[in-house]
């Protein structure tokens, strides 16, 4: 993204496949103007609908499916840096709001003007001169402020709200609870009331993951933040986040993020 903000529009058709879950250093706000989509987000599952603003912190892992039809969607990122202590203070929670992952609900009589504030947005950003960075900036502060007098902020947890499939959920959050064990796939079927063979088949189908791959992924999620967020070894945070081959540990941790677990911690000490 580098030092600015970025908007972009995209046509999804249905069955469109991610390459895999990712995650930023910087927010993205998701926002489907017609169609539907499916989010995996961290041990939650989500269903977006037109009208829908899901907002993603930093370093949250996500992945996005497209098993309910077409979708178009506007995605804006944009930093800590760009938002104003005056915005901030206007949103539900306020500094707190940006923390975790927000669902917004834009009513059906102001979606032509957020379509419309999103379009400008993107423009802005194909124009690309020295006015262009402070615009975008205006245009983000403002954005949020429209969201935060005629948006719904739904405070429940997603599973009460746009879960689907309640059941890979509990399987989810099984792993996100006991990702520092040595759990099995059968164990985390037990979990879902799934054998294990259903639940390979099911989680694939619905996550657009493997059980195990999502277990690894959520290792290495924890893995990354104690990295910078403590002294402790590697090989001590690699067994404490549930790995018990370092070796296996440091070639994942390189596929997911790009850089070797004492890369990693270099350069965030270094940012």
Same mark, same amino acid.
């Given at each position: ?12 058709? $249905? ?99 957020? $379509? ?15 006015? $262009? ?139």
């Amino acid at each position: 993204m580098g030092d600015r903000i970025q908007a972009e529009r995209v046509h999804r058709e $249905s069955g469109y496949v991610m390459g895999s879950y990712h995650c930023h250093s910087f927010y993205e706000l998701y926002y489907v103007e017609q169609g539907a989509c499916r989010f995996l987000i961290e041990d939650s599952m989500i269903d977006l609908h037109a009208g829908d603003f899901l907002l993603i912190p930093p370093r949250m892992l996500h992945y996005t499916r497209y098993l309910l039809g077409a979708c178009r969607r506007v995605i804006v990122f944009f930093g800590r840096e760009h938002l104003e202590e005056e915005t901030i203070a206007q949103m539900p929670r306020g500094e707190a709001f940006f923390s975790d992952m927000r669902i917004m609900q834009i009513p059906d009589a102001y979606a032509e003007q957020i $379509s419309g504030h999103l379009t400008r947005m993107i423009t802005e950003g194909r124009i690309n001169d020295a006015r $262009s960075a402070p615009i975008l900036r205006a245009q983000l502060q403002e954005l949020l402020l429209i969201c935060s007098r005629i948006g719904t902020f739904l405070q429940d947890t997603p599973a009460n709200i746009h879960t689907t499939d309640r059941q890979i959920l509990t399987a989810a959050r099984f792993i996100s609870s006991h990702y520092a064990s040595e759990i099995r796939t059968s164990d985390v079927a037990a979990a879902a009331g799934f054998s294990q063979n259903y639940l390979t088949r099911r989680f694939r189908e619905a996550a657009g993951i493997g059980v195990h791959e999502y277990l690894v992924f959520i290792r290495l999620q924890h893995a990354a933040l104690e990295l910078v967020s403590t002294g402790d070894s590697i090989t001590d945070i690699a067994l404490r986040c549930g790995f018990s081959d370092g070796n296996y540990f440091k070639d994942a941790f390189k596929k997911k993020y790009g850089v070797t677990p004492r890369a990693y911690r270099k350069g965030a000490g270094d940012g």
